[in-house]
């Protein structure tokens, strides 16, 4: 009875390719986010989005690429991967209004390998 | 723009110890002030939060920090650790006026000796 799930948990890819990571939340939240944590343990908000409209829209290549079918659910599209683009990437929720103060509940991570 | 240091990349602790996870920021106008545990292999879960009020603020598994506006800190600290307190620490900071927009510090790594 996961609360924030992502799937898949690993992705090992070969550079160039296309992938998507799937975010769901069963939370009735608001608003979703994406972050990336790169092998530094660094970790930075890519996207927000409340009610399916995008908030939040970070400095990231447009090679990245949310979608949100419904407010439970923000995908993240990555075209023509790359090896930087090799890291974990966190998917959130947070009720209500897009207010910092809302509590974030995070998912467990999506590993991605670029080879 | 609001930016936060963890200075202690590390933290080495013997079980039962007191241990305090240092935290700085940096922000021009009023700021929310967090802490996170990532558990290995897990995402985050909030610690505690400061919002307003009183600066002394609790948290959940016996953790506390104290806001001081003074030297810009937001110190985290547990009176005795337990060996399931291993984890990554990450505090992080956002304006009172932003939109959601959370800035996390590089996390410190909090390691527990029997």
């Known amino acids: 009875d996961t609360a924030v799930s992502q799937t898949p948990k690993y992705l090992v890819t070969q550079m160039g390719n296309d992938k998507s990571i799937k975010c769901e939340q069963n939370?009735?939240?608001?608003?979703m986010y994406w972050y990336k944590q790169d092998s530094k343990k660094f970790l930075k908000i890519m996207f927000s989005y409340n009610n399916k409209e995008l908030i939040i829209n970070e400095t990231v290549p447009n090679r990245f690429s949310p979608k949100s079918p419904d407010k439970a659910h923000l995908n993240l599209h990555i075209n023509s991967l790359e090896l930087g683009d090799s890291a974990v990437y966190f998917c959130?929720?947070?009720?209500?209004?897009?207010?910092?103060?809302?509590?974030?509940?995070f998912g467990p991570g999506t590993r991605l390998l670029v080879l | 723009a609001q930016s936060v240091t963890q200075l202690d990349s590390q933290v080495p602790v013997f079980e039962e110890a007191p241990v305090e996870l240092r935290c700085n920021y940096s922000?021009?106008?009023?700021?929310?002030l967090f802490w996170y545990v990532q558990y290995p292999n897990q995402g985050l879960q909030l610690l505690l939060k400061?919002?307003?009020?009183?600066?002394l603020v609790k948290g959940i598994n016996g953790f506390e920090a104290e806001f001081n506006k003074s030297q810009t800190s937001f110190h985290l600290r547990k009176p005795s650790v337990h060996i399931s307190d291993t984890a990554e620490y990450f505090c992080?900071?956002?304006?009172?006026?932003?939109?959601?927009?959370?800035?996390f510090g590089s996390g410190t790594r909090l390691s527990i000796r029997p």
């Open positions: 992080a900071v956002s304006e009172v006026s932003s939109a959601s927009k959370i800035i």
């Open positions: 959130a929720s947070s009720q209500g209004g897009v207010g910092p103060e809302e509590t974030q509940y």
């Open positions: 922000s021009s106008v009023s700021v929310y």
């Open positions: 939370l009735g939240h608001d608003t």
């Open positions: 400061y919002l307003s009020g009183s600066t």
